[in-house]
């Protein structure tokens, strides 16, 4: 069911950045191919111990990524939002190349400010709980509740 509403959220995402450059049935490839993006995204952030237990990086940034550089594919000069083409409608790489140097740019400030910031904090303040709240859950520990009580995570 997590995998169902998360493709779900990952077409919503996905189609974004490019709704109103694109066709109502490049929209729904779009949000087709993110929802399948959505699932290796979670088994590879697991893979590499991030903690992510509702998949949120999976929706958001591997389906806004891949929305922008949809934009860059999918655009018409036809939509809504007019513009150029994109390489799929006879754009040729101009669109696409400019999507693609925009993901890494963004992704370039964001990293260096995400790590700024949390190397501040983590020297200010450290990043970790105590071992008990880590090993009761921050669910208990922060909140006094079950955020995932056992028999709904039974169904």
Not at 83 to 99: M, R
Not at 103 to 119: D, E, H, I, K, R
Not at 136 to 150: K, Q
Request: proline letters at 3%.
């Amino acid at each position: 069911m997590e995998h169902a509403v998360n493709g779900a959220l990952a077409g919503l995402v996905a189609i974004t950045a490019p709704c109103a450059y694109v066709s109502v049935a490049s929209s729904a490839i779009i949000g087709l191919i993110a929802g399948f993006i959505v699932v290796p995204a979670v088994m590879f952030f697991d893979k590499i111990r991030v903690d992510d237990p509702v998949g949120a990086l999976s929706v958001h940034l591997a389906n806004g990524i891949w929305g922008t550089i949809a934009v860059g594919l999918f655009a018409t000069a036809d939509a809504p939002g007019g513009g150029a083409n994109g390489l799929f409608n006879g754009g040729g790489f101009a669109s696409l190349q400019a999507q693609l140097v925009g993901t890494l740019a963004v992704g370039a400030f964001t990293f260096a400010l995400a790590f700024a910031a949390w190397s501040i904090i983590k020297a200010a303040i450290g990043m970790r709980v105590d071992r008990e709240a880590e090993l009761v859950g921050l669910d208990h520990s922060e909140m006094g509740m079950e955020a995932y009580p056992a028999d709904i995570m039974a169904e």
